[in-house]
């Protein structure tokens, strides 16, 4: 049992370059979620996906489109890279709909765009 | 707009020591999570906290969730160098539907010196 996983772990980029992180998880959750997480600003919500089918819009959505290709994998595209695009992208997924509300995180990307 | 302050953001002590870190809000919380992110990795979960006035305890760590289900503690109890790293509390607010979204504190980070 996996949890979240997250490819690739390691990207470098230059400015104008498009890349697609991924992430799959096998615990059966509905939702999944794509944070971003910059030093002092904590883990910022850039998209979800509620239910297999749909995806919304986070609190900084710019920039960013996602897939959600069926209920495992949930995939985030950056399509013309920008340096203020440096950051931790995190993955996370979560047993949907209730009302204990916890997520469970994948190990990260490190994205750096020069 | 619904906020969690964490505080400290920075905490920085020796070995055996007992610390305690807050979370606050002016909203009221259907659940509340605590994450802890070592340095490379995703965060993990640690407790979830449902109920006014809920107090649970894993090892060392003490977690209380406020009457009033708007506020929440850790406790560390001598602390060790293995407590090292950010904590994070988070929050499941019932106005975000069955979107299972939370909303994260800007966390703590702890540092315990041998």
């Known amino acids: 049992n996996a949890g979240v996983t997250q490819t690739p772990k390691f990207q470098v980029l230059k400015t104008g370059q498009s890349m697609t992180l991924q992430c799959a998880q096998d615990m059966n959750h509905n939702s999944m979620y794509w944070y971003r997480q910059d030093p002092g600003m904590g883990l910022r919500l850039i998209y979800y996906?509620?239910?297999?089918?749909?995806?919304d819009k986070g609190e900084v959505p710019n920039g960013y489109n996602v897939s959600r290709l069926n209920k495992r994998e949930f995939s985030l595209r950056l399509e013309s890279a920008a340096p203020s695009q440096t950051s931790v992208y995190f993955c996370a997924s979560s047993e949907v709909p209730g009302t204990i509300y916890e997520q469970y995180f994948g190990p990260g990307t490190r994205l750096t765009v020069t | 707009t619904q906020l969690l302050e964490q505080s400290p953001q920075f905490l920085s002590i020796q070995e055996g020591e007992n610390l305690t870190v807050y979370c606050n809000s002016s909203?009221?919380?259907?659940?509340l999570q605590w994450y802890r992110q070592e340095p490379g990795e995703g965060p993990v979960l640690l407790v979830t906290?449902?109920?006014?006035?809920e107090v649970k305890k894993l090892k060392r760590l003490t977690f209380q969730f406020g009457d009033a289900r708007k506020d929440s503690s850790l406790h560390i109890t001598a602390a060790q160098p293995g407590d090292t790293g950010l904590y994070l509390c988070?929050?499941?607010?019932?106005?975000?539907?069955?979107?299972?979204?939370?909303?994260f504190g800007q966390g703590t980070t702890l540092q315990v010196k041998p």
């Open positions: 988070a929050g499941g607010y019932r106005g975000h539907g069955n979107t299972g979204k939370l909303i």
């Open positions: 906290v449902v109920t006014g006035g």
């Open positions: 909203s009221v919380f259907s659940s």
């Open positions: 996906s509620a239910s297999e089918g749909t995806t």
